[in-house]
């Protein structure tokens, strides 16, 4: 897949942060779900689903949804083979912040 961290830096011109790090906005985040095996044919494994899932903080909710979408459009015209990315929003009530969580998987072929 292309460089996940350089699509977002490029779509929304935010800092991407590692997992663990503190979350201080405008940030993203993104980590891989799981992988499973998709088609397999004569015992070979010949498709692999990569599943992710890329969060967007903000304190303003606006911002949030307006870059969630964004990010949304990027990875659909993407020329990668992924699934329509889900699009959520929520709001951490501990770090009083918003979230835009979007959670797609990729279709990899061996």
């Known amino acids: 897949m292309a460089d996940i961290k350089k ?4 779509a929304l011109h935010i800092p991407v942060i590692n997992l663990f790090d503190p ?3 405008p940030c993203a985040t993104w980590y ?3 992988e499973i ?3 397999t044919g004569d015992g070979k494994e010949e498709e692999i689903l990569e599943s992710y899932q890329i969060d967007v903080w903000d304190r303003e909710r606006d911002t949030v949804k307006t870059r969630g979408r964004k ?3 990027e990875l659909m015209m993407s020329e990668e083979p992924i699934s329509i990315p889900d699009l ?5 009530n501990n770090g009083k912040i918003w979230r835009a969580t979007l959670t797609f998987s ?3 072929k061996e």
């Open 32 to 34: 891989p779900i799981n």
């Open 88 to 92: 959520s929003y929520q709001f951490d």
């Open 23 to 25: 979350i201080l906005p």
């Open 37 to 39: 095996t998709g088609l």
């Open 7 to 10: 699509m977002i830096t490029e």
């Open 71 to 73: 990010l949304k459009a």
């Open 106 to 108: 990729l279709i990899g």
